[in-house]
C-alpha cells in the first residue's frame, strides 16, 4: 500500500538558515509526490510536485524538493528561511490509475525564529 | 489552478444536528474530492465524488454519516450529520483538474465546531 512519512512533526530553524522537510514514501508504482503549505487558518496551497520529469523541482517561495529513488525520498528545502515561511508543510503521494486520490503525511510545522 | 470557494467558512453546531458545507467551483471539474482534519491532525480523505454518479467513500467513512452531492460539474455537498464533538474538524474540498498528475486544488476549508 501506498503512504507518506514526515520525519520530524516540528522543525525549528533561525531566520536565514537552511530549511530542510523530510520525506519518505512507500510506493509500489511510480508515485506522484506534492508539498503543501498551510498557512493558519487557511486551506492547502502547493508548493511543488514531482511528476516523472526532473528530479529537482522548484517550486514557489525559493523552495525546491529532490526526487532520489533509491531513498525514496523527497524532501522538502529551501536555502534560507523567512519567517513567513512558518507553517505547517505537508507531503503528499498519488500515482496513476489511483482515481486522483492523494495520501498525505503526518504533516511538519516550522518554526522561523529571528 | 482553480478558484474553490467554501460555504460556511465556520460554523458552531449543537451535538446531534447536521450541517451541508458546499463547493463551489469557478470552472467544470470531472473530480471532487473532501478531507477532514482533525485538529492538529494531517488529511484525511473522505470520500471522491465525481458528476452523475454516487460518491466513492473511503474505509472508515460512510454515506449515513457523511452524504455527498454533485448535483453538476462546479457543485458540490458534504453532510456531517448527527454531529457529535467528535466530527469537529476543518472540512476541505479539492479538484483535480490536470491531466494526469493527479494535482489538486483545495478550498478554503469549514472550520466546524460541535458542542
Known amino acids: 500500500a501506498q503512504s507518506v512519512t514526515q520525519l520530524g512533526s516540528h522543525v525549528s530553524v533561525s531566520e536565514g538558515a537552511l530549511v530542510l522537510l523530510r520525506c519518505n514514501y512507500s510506493?509500489?508504482?511510480?508515485?506522484?509526490l506534492f508539498w503543501y503549505v498551510q498557512y493558519p487558518n487557511q486551506g492547502l496551497q502547493l508548493l511543488l510536485k514531482?511528476?516523472?520529469?526532473?528530479?529537482l523541482v522548484k517550486g514557489i517561495n525559493g523552495f525546491e524538493a529532490e526526487f532520489k529513488k533509491s531513498e525514496t525520498s523527497f524532501h522538502l528545502t529551501k536555502p534560507s528561511a523567512h519567517m513567513s515561511d512558518a507553517a505547517e508543510y505537508f507531503c503528499?503521494?498519488?500515482?496513476?490509475?489511483?482515481?486522483?486520490?492523494?495520501?498525505f503525511g503526518q504533516g511538519t510545522t516550522l518554526q522561523v525564529k529571528p | 489552478s482553480a478558484v474553490i470557494s467554501q460555504k460556511p467558512s465556520r460554523d458552531i453546531c449543537q451535538r446531534g444536528t447536521s450541517l451541508t458545507i458546499q463547493c463551489q467551483v469557478d470552472?467544470?471539474?470531472?473530480?471532487m474530492f473532501w478531507y477532514r482534519q482533525q485538529p492538529g491532525q494531517s488529511l484525511t480523505l473522505i470520500a471522491t465524488?465525481?458528476?452523475?454518479?454516487?460518491?466513492?467513500?473511503e474505509s472508515g467513512f460512510v454515506i449515513d454519516k457523511f452524504p455527498i452531492s454533485r448535483p453538476n460539474l462546479t457543485f458540490s455537498t458534504l453532510t456531517v450529520s448527527n454531529m457529535s464533538p467528535e466530527d469537529s474538524s476543518i472540512y476541505l474540498c479539492?479538484?483535480?483538474?490536470?491531466?494526469?498528475?493527479?494535482?489538486?486544488?483545495f478550498g478554503p476549508g469549514t472550520r466546524l465546531t460541535v458542542l
Open positions: 479539492s479538484v483535480d483538474r490536470t491531466s494526469g498528475t493527479n494535482e489538486q486544488f
Open positions: 510506493s509500489s508504482v511510480p508515485p506522484y
Open positions: 514531482y511528476t516523472s520529469a526532473a528530479t
Open positions: 503528499a503521494v498519488s500515482w496513476s490509475g489511483n482515481t486522483g486520490k492523494l495520501i
Open positions: 470552472s467544470q471539474v470531472t473530480m
Open positions: 465524488a465525481n458528476q452523475g454518479s454516487e460518491a466513492t467513500y
